[in-house]
């Protein structure tokens, strides 16, 4: 099995940190190798990282059980960017043509790049969803070859606070780790649960988390909008433990006899008591008043975004649940009569979430380096029989790299494996992609690597501008392009 084959996956969830290990088959389809969880409630709140030690440190435990378990060397992974903060934002622009004259793809590239210039003090647009294009009276998808003589284009940009993909770069540094690429959770999510029918016809994604619940509204096959709520599952298990019993109790009590939706049928099973382990008696009734009421608080808020998106009345394929909060007993009925949806699909969690499942199918690179061979290693071995009998052995000395040399190796290896990640970028003509990995490459500040970045910064230019320019002039436009606004 080639390293190439391997791919690796982060989901940095409130209550848990998940790393999942899958290889891609002959057929295209993602084979889920292996999965680790680790308890992320000290170093992860509301989905964003805030302790960066202490989530590095689980990471780093994770891929060392990956390279053990499957004997290999990880370098790298995939994340999901979410959590709270994260949202979309609808933009107008218009482009003007100097004269009547067919729309081309470059006037579409300038588009873009315009709104990608849009200020957005502390935010960082992480993704940006065409929307589609008005031309005259017409709104089109694909404007390209309609003659106009200016043309209005409508993009959903994801944005979410700064510092949360410096944090998971941050982490992976302290890890040893390079991170490859990073999509937005919600969308990786469903690319894998939703079917071509529900983003067609129009549905709402909706995932109840630990902290946090997601909306994303999807429409003629396009994400129409996207929030992060601050409120999830937890939260009713923190109502529960406002009577001084507690979380581990308050959470199977949740469990157990927890509903979304009560019909009332059973007014004795309503009336019967339960106790926690240290004895303290509460109903079954009690239980289910609290999170019922959590739970409409979560779901109006829910509905509220779902109106926001302003295609609340065209969603004709209904609401696709999921998260651990989904598994609550009575959570269809709820959105069905509670919020009035026709149509609820409930996607029970798996141990390898959608998130993952999305990120696994998105990633094409290899997370993982080759590990020299055993007759690879025994090349240089000095066998006996090479050795001079009537002269004397000296076994070499050796002493063990001291741990600054074991981490400027690392970092040189991190490095390198940017320069190459780079190059495959350049070579599928995502410019901006690669000249911002080589960017992270450089400011490793590894002198072994001087060389290597400038032959790789001179190559991209070459492929950018079809003719190779100096490396100065190279890194003027570098700036020009990666500067912050």
Known sequence: MGTSEFIVAFEFGSFKLTGVVGRRNLEGTIEVLGMEQRDSRECVKKGVIYNIDKTAKIIRNIVDCFNVKFNIKITGAYVGVGGFSLHSVLRND?????????????DIDIMMDANGMNPYPNYKIYAVVPQGYKVGEQTLIDPIGVKASSFEGTFLNILARKN???NIVDCFNSAGLILVDAMV?????ANHLLTNNEKRMGCALVNIGYETTTVSVYKNNLLRHCVVIPLGSNNMTRDICSQQIEWDDAEKLKRNYGVAYNNYDDVEEEKKYVTTSNGQPVTIGWIRNVVIARCNEILDNVYHQIVLSQYSSTLLAGVVVTGNGSLLKGMEEAFEKHLNFSHCRIVPSESCSGMLHGLLEFGQSGCVASIPQKNELEENVVTE???NSTEEFVKP???EPTPEEQQHQRTIEQCRQLIYEAGKQKDRKKFKVAIKILKMAKQLAVPECDKEIEQMSTEISAARNGT????????DKWRQLTEEE
């Not at 218009?94 to 729309?103: F, P």
């Not at 959770?185 to 999510?189: D, G, K, L, R």
């Not at 190779?468 to 890194?475: A, G, H, K, V």
């Open 94 to 106: 218009t482009y003007t043509l100097e004269d009547e004259t067919k729309i081309t793809q470059n």
């Open 164 to 166: 949360n993909l410096n």
């Open 185 to 189: 959770a919600p969308m990786a999510e």
């Open 385 to 387: 029989e090479n050795v």
């Open 397 to 399: 000395e050796t002493t």
């Open 468 to 475: 190779p320019t100096l490396f100065d002039n190279f890194i």
